[in-house]
């Protein structure tokens, strides 16, 4: 009874997808906080240049940059 295996039992197959599906689950957090992080670093920067445009169009139309003191 000397069979060569050319496939894999299903309980081989159930075993490596059920492996799978536990990593996966255990990755999950950490990819999910990463993708937050880059989120929050995009928008930061989209900030950063919108305020940098804003101010740069408020030097174009009145000449010259805002001043830093508040109106009292």
Known sequence: MDKSRNAFTLLEVAIVVAI??????????YFKKARNSAQDTKFINDL????EN???QYALERGDFPTDKLPS
């Not at 950063?48 to 305020?51: F, H």
């Open 20 to 29: 799978i599906g536990l990593l996966t689950v255990l990755a999950y957090p």
């Open 48 to 51: 950063r240049v919108l305020s």
């Open 54 to 56: 804003c101010m740069n």
